[in-house]
């Protein structure tokens, strides 16, 4: 069975998140901390009738905001990134190993155009919704972000479309099955693979 094929076939969604924890009081002070004295608060009160300490907390959040940017952009850049990469590995099922094998089919007739829709099921709608859609958005933002430093109205907008990947992942198992059928007892189908396999390691 080709490895390859079957490892970009692969449903590669892993959401895993950990749970925010945050810190009382006395683990911070200890149970023995000293109480706030008279002449603290009253220093307190007069520094925030005089206003100084607005400017104080604006200058640490500029501050603080101007630190974050530039991990905003890195995590922004990260997601175009992989989102690049999903998209080369979508258009290798789907303009190369689903469209040679398709052609194959209709000229050898050694194996049917069914058998070759049932593996890939709807890789197709999913490398369209990647490459016109999600990867432009994304790199629409990253061009624009300074003016529009925001990327999870692009994200909401995938929503609806993850119910595309439940098709595949239903499918998923048949189609394994029905490639390592194919690829061992049809020469002409396990020659197209291993012709793209190895145009592919050229490139």
Known sequence: MSKK???LMEPLFDMTSEPWEG????DR??????PVSTRLLSSL?????????????EATVNTRKQLQEPEENKIVRELL?????YVSRLHLLDQVFFEELLKEARSSKAFSEDVVKLIFSN???IHQFHSQFFLPELQRRVDEWAAVPRIGDVIQKLAPFLKMYSEYVKNFERAAELLAIWTEKCPPFQEVITRIQVESLKL
């Open 29 to 34: 002070w200890g149970p023995r901390h000293r």
């Open 81 to 85: 990134e992989t989102e690049q990469t």
């Open 23 to 26: 810190e009382s009081l006395e």
């Open 45 to 57: 009160k007069n520094k925030i009738s005089g206003g100084g300490w607005r400017k104080s907390c």
């Open 123 to 125: 890789i197709s709608s």
């Open 5 to 7: 094929l079957q490892t």
